[in-house]
């Protein structure tokens, strides 16, 4: 499966920070109406744990790494509710790995998107412009979230 470049990540960070809150909104819808399915799972995410300020990060990122797709060249079939329920197992049997053993590997295995999850590990983690870090709660739901959004995405490929 190809992988998103880290020249792809920078491409479209660089155009969605450049755009004004109304071409994300746009942007944001374009790609909703592509990947139906795919919203309504990460916006369940932000409902189940009660953090509101998840679903925003969580759109906002999801444009971001869909066009970091897009900026590779890649076209995403449409992630359908069962894709989503087959990657289910799998991902949760991942993510006890690295929380039981922290082994890292069977999760970037089953994502395969190494630049990609590198960029939002490290993005997660860091200040915001204003110098706003996400508190450890937050950071945890996203990394999940944005996590099992970039797997699905690479499994659409």
């Known amino acids: 499966m190809p992988q998103v470049s880290v020249e792809s990540i920078a491409k479209a960070l660089k155009k969605v920070d450049q755009l004004d809150e109304d071409g994300l909104d746009r942007l944001i819808e374009t790609y909703t109406l592509k990947q139906e ?4 799972y990460i916006l369940a995410a932000g409902y189940e744990y009660e ?4 679903n925003v ?3 906002y990122y999801f444009a971001l790494v869909y066009e970091a797709f897009y900026q590779q060249g890649i076209t995403l079939k ?12 799998p991902f949760v049997m991942a993510l006890d790995e690295l929380n039981k053993n922290e082994d890292f590997e069977p999760l970037q295995d089953l994502i ?3 630049n990609l ?8 983690e860091s200040e915001d412009s ?15 979230v944005t996590t099992s959004m970039i797997g699905l995405m690479n499994a659409a490929t």
């Open 57 to 59: 990060f969580s759109i």
């Open 78 to 89: 449409t992630i359908t509710d069962e894709m989503i329920e087959e990657f289910q197992d």
């Open 112 to 114: 395969n998107q190494h």
């Open 117 to 124: 999850l590198n960029f939002m590990t490290e993005e997660i």
């Open 37 to 40: 399915a795919l919203v309504n």
């Open 130 to 144: 204003d110098g706003i870090v996400l508190d450890e709660d937050t950071q945890t739901q996203l990394f999940i």
């Open 51 to 54: 953090n509101e300020d998840l």
